[in-house]
Every structure is written in structure tokens, then in C-alpha cells.
């Protein structure tokens, strides 16, 4: 492992600022800061009128905007896989079924899984991804 050196400390201490300098410095600080909060929340504001004028026009919820805004990029950077090989099973399963013209049991899924769960066991981690695959 390698690590950057430590720097020794200044002996010399750093001088401090008058109060009277301190307190206009802070002053200013505080203003700046005050100005900043204010331009934030009309952006802020602004966003959210936007907003809700978008819903109008696209007669949907402001929120949905919103939601776009904030979290859409969420779906760019952490993308979901577009299947499982469970789900790929019971989807083939259900669409054979339908095809042979057998109805599909009333329980839905849970009776699909509970009459085919050793057939889905027993495939292997290769056909398994060719389900997968087959639903892409």
C-alpha cells in the first residue's frame, strides 16, 4: 500500500482576522448566502410551474414531470435486467398451455408454479439463459 507523506504542521500559527474584519466578512457572508437560498427557491418555484403547465398541456400530473426531472436519470445509470429465467418459464409455460388449448389453472401463477416447479428445477443454468434470451 502506498500512502501520500504527512506534511509537517507550520510551526507558525495563522493570524486571526480583527473582529471588526471578521464581522463584515460574515455579514457578507450570510448576505450572499440569504441571496443564494432566494434564487433557489424562485428556480425552484419556477420548476414546478413548469411543471404543472406541462401536465396541462399533456393532461397528466405535474408530479409526473417532477418525477422525470428528478429521478429519470436513475434508469440511465442503474438500468434494470428485461428478464429472469423464473418469468421467461411461466410466460413459455402459460403461452404452450394457451396454444395446446389448455386452460390456464384459476390460481394464475401460483397454480402454474405449484404444477410445473420441478420441470423449472430441473433446467440448467444454459437453458436457463436461453430463456432469457428468448424473451429479448
Known amino acids: 500500500l502506498s500512502a501520500p ?3 509537517p504542521a507550520l510551526d507558525q500559527p495563522t ?10 466578512r460574515n455579514g457578507a457572508a450570510a448576505e450572499r448566502c440569504e441571496a443564494l437560498d432566494e434564487a433557489v427557491a424562485d428556480w425552484i418555484s419556477r420548476i414546478h410551474a413548469e411543471a404543472e403547465q406541462l401536465g396541462g398541456k399533456f393532461h397528466l400530473q405535474g408530479r409526473w414531470f417532477l418525477d422525470k426531472l428528478y429521478y429519470g436519470g436513475q434508469d440511465l445509470i442503474h438500468s434494470r435486467p428485461s428478464g429472469n429465467a423464473y418469468n421467461a418459464f411461466y410466460h413459455n409455460k402459460a403461452k404452450e398451455l394457451r396454444e395446446l388449448g389448455i386452460e390456464l ?3 394464475g401463477i401460483v397454480a402454474l408454479h405449484n404444477e410445473y416447479d420441478e420441470e423449472y428445477e430441473a433446467l440448467s443454468k444454459e437453458q436457463r439463459a436461453e430463456l432469457v434470451a428468448s424473451l429479448k
Open 5 to 7: 507523506r504527512m506534511r
Open 105 to 107: 389453472p384459476p390460481g
Open 15 to 24: 493570524q486571526t482576522r480583527p473582529k471588526a474584519q471578521q464581522k463584515v
